[in-house]
């Protein structure tokens, strides 16, 4: 089939990769003006959230995020992550939490004074990993073309049409259907003297990244509901951010913030797991990974393009009945 795509994200990407690798031919349409994907921290790991539980499908999808950064690290040939993340509970209900899940899935260690290495963590350097990610799908025959498509009336000459806008899925008007929401997140890239570096990612109230660039770090994010425009605030994000970070890092405020970026979350309502699904004749639609995009994309990505393939939408049916959520 000759399958497009919109949006050359974390989720068009996938799905693009794992059409290719059925025997596809696909086209990925994207003006490259940047979504979440190209802002995003980096950080992979299975307990994202307050609550600090293991993710629904954690391990499967951990396994098929690490697939597709061995495809990208093979193509771009430059290092794409940085192993191990620490996690500093915040209160009782995360400290317990994080006990429970040394003993039971035994990728935590408990390094005292309410600091925890989740092993499996990774910092992925999402700029890199979304390049190499696109040569290898250029290297498979896979085509980009930098263009923004306003009406999928545009793509009425391919066999199946899959939507992986991000945010911009609020300009479709066929998707009004799927409950989602939108949460604006603002991240700093900040320099730290030499003396205060640190070797993994610190995740407590906000987080402080690594990046590929020694002493250049990420620090993490706002939620903002409000204003969802992409417009950014350094000097208030700085206020809001390192006022956080000083909870689990007191240096923070000898950071220097270098830039500031903003981009759009998509939720769905009522759950933390994305939607992937057929939304009529030949349309696809993959959205809302919320702050778990790096943890899903890759496993929901594959689901997808297998019920392209098979036409056939039974996985993620049987997904919103066994988290009773309404059809979309
Ligand atoms: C500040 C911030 C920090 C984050 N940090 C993390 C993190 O550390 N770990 C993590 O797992 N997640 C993180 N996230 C969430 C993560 O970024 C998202 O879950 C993920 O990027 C969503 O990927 P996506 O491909 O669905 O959407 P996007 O990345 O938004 O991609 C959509 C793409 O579609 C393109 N597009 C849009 N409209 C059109 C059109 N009309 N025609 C053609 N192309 C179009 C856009 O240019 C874009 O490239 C963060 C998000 C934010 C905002």
Redesign the pocket.
Known sequence: MRIAI???????LAVAWNLLNLKNQVVV????????????????HPYVGEEAQRSLFATEAMQKTEDLLHVAKRSLKKELYREGIIRIAQNEKQRKAYKNHCVVFKDVVDLGNDHFLIKSGKTVFCKRYLQGMRLAIIEKGGQFIA????ELEQLKTFDQIVV?????IR?FSEFVQLKLSFIK???LTCEIPLNLQIERSLVGKGYI?TSHKCGIYHV??TYERHDLTETVNLLNTQKVLFTKAASFYPDIWQLKPIDC??????MRQGHYLPIATKVSNKVWV??A???????Y?AYFGEKLAQAIIGNNNSFFSRTNVLLKIDRL
């Open positions: 919109i949006g050359a994200g974390f989720s068009g349409f994207d003006p490259f003006s940047g979504g979440a994907s190209f802002v995003a921290a980096g950080l992979l263009e923004k498509i306003t992986a806008a991000g945010a911009s300009d997140g603002q991240v990244a993490g994010a970026s903003s981009a759009i979350r998509v993959i959205t990974m919320g702050s778990r995009g790096l943890l994309h």
